[in-house]
């Protein structure tokens, strides 16, 4: 089955990324998004060059609609702690780097946390953290929407609009929203009216030009728990109606959404999920 072209999920790498597409196309995902390198690991070998020929000689089918990289998961751009501030900051160069290479042209990451410092003290400290970055041209790094969970920074949109309105390469920046962080995050979208209610705020507040990427997950616990948990599709407390507001609502028309729910080698869940949103576009 192929599906709209918006719809895919996080594919893993572990034979290389080139099979990462591979898998998509065989899946009918034209979106995906992946790991640039080992998820948890500060750095890794560089690629090789033939690895990269054959990465974007495939991309150049016309299938792929959209190809994301998400940071890996050491990664804490609101440290204080010195050595992992560089480490983050390194292995952060690292992966655009390997995203300019391999021409994925956005580059999700979490805002980080302040681990007790303080917001604002965690917010500058990121500002900071990304103003070192030397980004290329062809990457864009798109900030995502968190639970609020622990010290976690991006919960609330007016964090995320006050990293994007005080970094220094304003037009390299955009924002990957999450559908189970936000809900967990306390920002109500299970009715029309209170998903319209949600974006005019973020709207008013960071802007919805800004969205590039959507997680697409349920969450398994309830409207602003905290908890980062995500649940397949119409089987958690977001529930299935809501997210035929999300896939038809026209600015995000041209924006993938992308799964990051359990899944088996077989991507079978992916599957069924994705079966779950085609059926909710609307002609």
């Not at 990293?163 to 809900?183: A, W």
């Not at 299935?240 to 995000?252: A, E, Q, R, V, Y």
């Not at 991507?267 to 999920?273: G, L, M, P, Q, V």
Request: aromatic letters at 12%.
């Amino acid at each position: 089955m192929e599906f709209d072209i918006r719809f895919g999920s996080h594919i893993s790498i572990k034979n290389g990324l080139t099979s990462a597409l591979i898998t998509a196309k065989n899946l009918g995902f034209h979106s995906l998004q992946l790991f640039t390198k080992n998820a948890t690991r500060w750095l890794s070998k560089a690629p090789e060059e033939k690895d990269i020929l054959e990465f974007n000689k495939l991309l150049k089918d016309n299938f792929y609609f959209k190809v994301v990289a998400h940071a890996s998961y050491l990664i804490n751009l609101a440290s204080f702690n010195e050595d992992i501030l560089k480490k983050s900051t390194d292995s952060i160069q690292d992966e655009i780097n390997r995203c300019s290479k391999f021409n994925i042209p956005f580059y999700v990451i979490h805002p980080g946390s302040h681990m007790g410092v303080g917001e604002k003290q965690g917010l500058d400290q990121v500002v900071r953290s990304f103003n070192k970055i030397d980004i290329p041209q062809n990457v864009k790094i798109l900030i995502e929407t968190t639970s609020g969970q622990g010290s976690n920074l991006g919960s609330k949109f007016e964090e995320i609009a006050y990293v994007l309105s005080n970094i220094d390469k304003k037009n390299q920046f955009g924002v990957c929203y999450d559908t189970c962080h936000t809900f967990s995050a306390g920002y109500d979208i299970r009715d029309e009216k209170s998903f319209s209610n949600t974006m005019n705020t973020f709207d008013k507040i960071v802007g919805l030009k800004n969205i590039e990427v959507i997680h697409v997950n349920d969450s398994k616990f309830p409207l602003g728990s905290k908890k980062d948990r995500h649940e397949h599709i119409g089987k958690g407390f977001i529930g299935l109606d809501t997210f035929k507001f999300f896939i038809n609502f026209p600015p995000f028309k041209n924006i993938p959404f992308l799964l990051e729910t359990e899944k088996s080698d077989d991507y079978h869940e992916d599957i069924e999920n994705c079966k779950k949103l085609q059926a909710l576009i609307e002609s």
